[in-house]
């Protein structure tokens, strides 16, 4: 019997909008899809724009958290978990 893993939707957000598209490019070249979308307003109160990605490894998204990423959430339903956030 093959296991099936689980993918969980991750949602980026960021300081600065052109490094939206920079994170997209990156996430390309490692064969991953993902989608701009606008920020939920339930996480952010800026208008944004945010990067939504698949994983099925919960630790993957760490490896693309840089000085221009804001927060990151993992979505279930309508529920936001925050999983990451700079503090300064």
Same mark, same amino acid.
């Given at each position: @019997?093959?296991?099936?893993? @689980?993918?969980?939707? !991750?949602?980026?957000? +960021?300081? %600065?909008? !052109?490094?939206? #598209? #920079?994170? &997209? &490019?990156?996430?390309?070249? *490692?064969? +991953?899809?993902?989608?701009?979308?606008?920020?939920?307003? #339930?996480?952010?109160? %800026?208008?944004?724009?945010? $990067?939504?990605? !698949?994983?099925? =490894? *919960?630790?993957? !998204?760490?490896? /693309?958290?840089? =000085?221009? $990423?804001?927060?990151? /959430?993992? @979505?279930?339903?309508?529920? +936001?978990?925050?999983?990451?956030?700079?503090?300064?």
């Amino acid at each position: @019997m093959e296991l099936v893993k @689980m993918t969980h939707n !991750y949602l980026f957000l +960021f300081h %600065e909008q !052109y490094a939206v #598209k #920079k994170l &997209q &490019q990156q996430l390309q070249q *490692d064969n +991953f899809s993902s989608k701009i979308i606008d920020a939920p307003r #339930k996480i952010s109160s %800026e208008c944004e724009l945010a $990067v939504s990605i !698949y994983f099925s =490894d *919960d630790e993957i !998204y760490k490896q /693309y958290i840089n =000085d221009n $990423v804001r927060a990151v /959430y993992k @979505m279930n339903s309508n529920h +936001f978990d925050l999983f990451w956030k700079n503090e300064f």
